[in-house]
């Protein structure tokens, strides 16, 4: 499959675009943070997004989808990174959707599937404990209770947490903490006995909560996978969500990139635009380059998942992606404020928006620094 977008994908790119800019605003989401929203999101416009079809690009057309690939979703992620678009798109299909669709059962998949695609039900990932990214540092406990099991834990930085139908959480079923072996997955309502959701206010205003789990009764069914043996699907699933938030990491930088020369050429000193010195312009081609590159890591991630590559060559990618393109977002988004100046520091101008996204989302599954090291380690060195 070559590594560029195809007739129907750019069309999917430009209508998205079109879309997002007219719809999705930063000033909607600036208007959701002032406002206090209680979901953090516009229903509305997720509605319409619903419409779209977007929340349903990956599946199979047996799941409710339009089986058109994660490319297609890809480049509709994009393009809301460029507004930074508040929405259930990323938490809910990209992650939650994401593990149903890789480790869930026949009937699992039948009925959840459908329902996200039809934007019926909002899911979220329970994983994280601690303040840093350890996807086998599982302490919240699963054990055995009559027909099914109890869980008790808590979990922080839940993405979309606070609005989600069902819960899917990481779980320790044996074994020591660290372990990778002995983690499980479960589907939990948000509204069962026991589960108590408290929301956070992040800096970029992207949703998420801090979920506490006591003695939270769940059912047989409710497991995803194997017993045990969640790290299977847990990883494969996590390689896909962060080559998602790549793409929409990709779309942020670009669009600060392209506000900050766009700035470069309307602000003048002495006469003449900023943009006409010589200092500017080399930061801004090195910019430039580090762009090039992200686009090229992310594609190449993207086409991979559609072409069906083995999972070690698709976690290279994740892990490489991620790498890049957080070291790039974290350059163009201060770079973005360096070269407003003053006024890049004030809440009125819309770029201080790009660097508070930029630093949570290179937290977000792992930083440059996770990254870099767990490509080195799938490498062999």
């Not at 430039?288 to 290279?316: H, N, P, W």
Request: glycine share 12%.
């Amino acid at each position: 499959m070559p590594m560029i977008l195809n007739e129907e994908q750019t069309m999917l790119k430009d209508s998205a675009k079109d879309f997002c800019t007219t719809n999705t605003p930063i000033t909607q989401l600036r208007a959701l943070r002032d406002g206090a929203n209680s979901d953090g999101f516009d229903r509305g416009t997720w509605n319409s997004m619903v419409e779209l079809g977007w929340a349903a690009i990956p599946w199979g057309e047996e799941h409710g989808g339009l089986a058109f690939g994660y490319k297609g979703l890809g480049v509709v992620t994009e393009e809301s990174g460029r507004t930074l678009t508040a929405s259930p798109l990323y938490a809910s299909v990209w992650v939650g959707g994401t593990v149903i669709n890789v480790g869930g059962s026949a009937e699992q998949k039948n009925e959840l599937l459908p329902k996200v695609a039809a934007g019926e039900l909002l899911l979220a990932l329970a994983l994280e404990e601690s303040h840093r990214h350890n996807p086998y540092n599982i302490a919240t406990t699963a054990t055995a209770s009559g027909a099914g099991y109890s869980l008790s834990g808590s979990k922080t930085f839940v993405l979309d947490g606070n609005v989600a139908d069902h819960l899917i959480v990481v779980a320790r079923s044996s074994g020591d903490t660290h372990l990778r072996d002995g983690i499980s997955l479960f589907l939990v309502d948000a509204k069962a006995d026991g589960v108590t959701v408290t929301r956070t206010i992040m800096a970029d205003s992207r949703n998420a909560a801090n979920i506490t789990l006591s003695n939270v009764t769940v059912g047989a069914d409710a497991l995803i996978g194997t017993l045990g043996q969640g790290a299977d699907t847990l990883d494969v699933a996590l390689d896909i969500a962060r080559i998602g938030l790549c793409a929409e990491m990709l779309g942020g930088l670009q669009e600060c990139f392209e506000r900050t020369v766009a700035y470069l050429k309307e602000r003048k000193q002495f006469g003449v635009a900023i943009g006409s010195f010589q200092a500017l312009k080399h930061r801004a081609a090195d910019m430039f380059c580090e762009i090039e590159l992200s686009k090229s890591c992310v594609l190449e991630a993207l086409t991979a998942l559609d072409e069906g590559r083995d999972g070690d060559e698709i976690a290279k990618l994740a892990s490489l992606a991620k790498t890049k393109v957080g070291e790039t977002y974290n350059l163009v988004s201060r770079e973005g404020i360096q070269m407003h100046g003053g006024i890049g520091m004030t809440d009125e101008f819309e770029i201080g928006f790009f660097i508070k996204r930029a630093a949570v989302s290179e937290q977000t599954f792992g930083d440059v620094n996770f990254h870099r090291n767990r490509y080195g380690v799938l490498e062999g060195y």
